[in-house]
């Protein structure tokens, strides 16, 4: 069973989502000048499973997911393509803006 680290932010009313795999949450990645920094507050946040992830993200205004997982459950409901998809370090990254 996946388990991701979810943080929820609002701005001016709209829901700001960050998701990021269990397994790299509070790693520091760092690639050519982009920095990921999964220990900062921006990712900090509550232990959520799949189903949760997903409604979650079906309601979301923007979307920052980091780690394999993640970034599936992001394509996986069409907020995304592969084409999308960046790598730090190897680990997946998308940011999304559902409009």
């Known amino acids: 069973m996946n388990k991701f680290i979810v943080a ?5 009313g709209r829901l700001i989502l960050t998701v990021c795999d269990s ?9 050519k000048g982009a920095v990921l920094d999964l220990g900062s507050k921006f990712y900090g946040g509550q232990e ?7 409604k979650l ?7 920052h997911a980091v780690g394999k997982n993640s970034v599936a459950a992001v394509t996986k409901l ?7 998809i960046k790598t730090v370090s190897g680990v997946p990254h998308v940011q999304v803006l559902v409009i």
Do not use: P, R, W
């Open 23 to 31: 397994s790299v949450h509070g790693k520091k990645l760092e690639e």
């Open 8 to 12: 929820q932010h609002n701005s001016e």
């Open 57 to 63: 993200m079906q309601k979301a205004y923007t979307i």
């Open 78 to 84: 069409g907020l995304a393509a592969k084409e999308d």
């Open 48 to 54: 959520k499973d799949t189903a949760s992830v997903e």
